[in-house]
Every structure is written in C-alpha cells, then in structure tokens.
T-cell receptor, first 112, second 113 residues
Framework: GENVEQHPSTLSVQEGDSAVIKCTYS??????FPWYKQELGKRPQLIID?????GEKKDQRIAVTLNKTAKHFSLHITETQPEDSAVYFC???????????FGTGTRLTIIP | EAGVTQSPTHLIKTRGQQATLRCSPI?????VYWYQQALGLGLQFLLW???????NRGNFPPRFSGRQFPNYSSELNVNALELEDSALYLC????????????FGPGTRLTVL
C-alpha cells in the first residue's frame, strides 16, 4: 500500500520568515495530495491540495509543489504569522484503494 | 452549510465495554471515512463507507466495525475496548467516491479506563 513520510516532525520559524514541509510517497500512481492544518483541539482543515497533473498551486501565502518523478511534494508558507502555528499533515491518495494515507504531521511553531 | 458533525464529544468507557460513535456528513455527501488519531500521532485510516457499503478498511482488528445508514450518516462501533483504543476518532465526508476532498468533523474523544 501507499506509504507517506513527512519531515520535519517539528519546525520553529521566526514570524515573517518562510516555512517548508516536505513529504514523500511510495505509490507512483497516487494522484491527489492534500494538506491539512490542525490547530490544538480542533478538527483538521484542508488548506490546499494538488492533483498529479499540476506541478504547483498557490493560494495567497500558501503554495504546494509536486515532483512526480521524485515522488515528493512540499508545502510552502511565506510571511508566516502566529496563527500559522499548528500541526500540518500531508496525505496522498492511491487510486488502487481510493484511500488517503497521511503523513505523521509537522508541528509548526511561529516565534513572535 | 452545516459541516460534518459527530457525537458524543467525549466518551468514557472501561476495558471490555463497547463504544458507539456517530457521524453526520455534510448534506449531499455520500462517502464517510473514519480515522483514529492517538495522542501525538497522525491519522490512521479505519473505515470507508459509500452508498451504504463498506468500501475499504484499514489495518485494525474486526472489533472495529461500523455501518452507514440510508441518510448517509454513519456509526463506528468498537467492541471489547482496550486501553490503547483511547484516542480521538475523526469522521470525514466527501461528495462522492470519485471526489477526493474530505472534510473532517470535530471528533469524538474516547477514553478507556
């Protein structure tokens, strides 16, 4: 089955700087890659997603890049703000079983 | 538009008991997914229901089971509870099995004593 690895597990960034979280996946047929943000005690919220026919997608301060050859995708957050502090999860969907496999999460802390 | 709802918010049980967790998907969504999130860990896929049928299940023992009702709401049952079943159980829904975006509910915190 699909295996998703996520790095780093924790990340501290000065407010205003950029943050990058990276994920690799094992199933080359995977075709959908969402990113979720989970604040303490709250539900995971979809923040951005990308499909396998696109290399990059941007939404204001958030961007995701996908490298199908290397089987990795990354989340980029620019001009970080304190409210960006949360746990971020990447995921990959394999068409063989139509389920999302999640990474282990990255705890992002923005230092004021 | 109302989001995914789950009940109860918290559930406390003792070892060996059974727990029933409930989920109502977003109106119009036919697929429901269940995940287990143990403290400090990621989301582990449990079960997927679509159009009333179980479509896939994760690597969990058979004492984790569920069903989906005609109105697309879903129930997760955990029998013979063990201490390690203590976790946040999250439900997510999507519009259809061919649509990937999953929207999560607030979760049910299950504590097994």
């Amino acid at each position: 089955g699909e295996n998703v690895e996520q790095h780093p597990s924790t990340l501290s960034v000065q407010e205003g700087d950029s943050a990058v979280i990276k994920c690799t996946y094992s199933d080359s047929a995977s075709n959908y890659f969402p990113w979720y943000k989970q604040e303490l005690g709250k539900r995971p919220q979809l923040i951005i997603d990308i499909r396998s026919n696109v290399g990059e997608k941007k939404d204001q301060r958030i961007a995701v890049t996908l490298n199908k050859t290397a089987k990795h995708f990354s989340l980029h957050i620019t001009e970080t703000q304190p409210e960006d502090s949360a746990v971020y999860f990447c995921a990959a969907r394999s068409p063989s079983n139509e389920k999302l496999t999640f990474g282990t999460g990255t705890r992002l802390t923005i230092i004021p | 538009e109302a989001g995914v709802t789950q009940s109860p918010t918290h559930l406390i049980k003792t070892r060996g008991q059974q727990a029933t967790l409930r989920c109502s998907p977003i109106s119009g969504h036919t697929s429901v997914y269940w995940y287990q999130q143990a403290l400090g860990l990621g989301l582990q896929f449990l079960l997927w229901y679509d159009e009333g049928e179980e479509r896939n299940r994760g690597n969990f023992p058979p004492r984790f089971s569920g069903r989906q009702f005609p109105n697309y709401s879903s129930e997760l049952n955990v029998n013979a509870l063990e201490l390690e079943d203590s976790a946040l159980y999250l439900c997510a829904s999507s519009f259809a099995r061919s649509t990937d975006t999953q929207y999560f509910g607030p979760g049910t915190r299950l504590t097994v004593l």
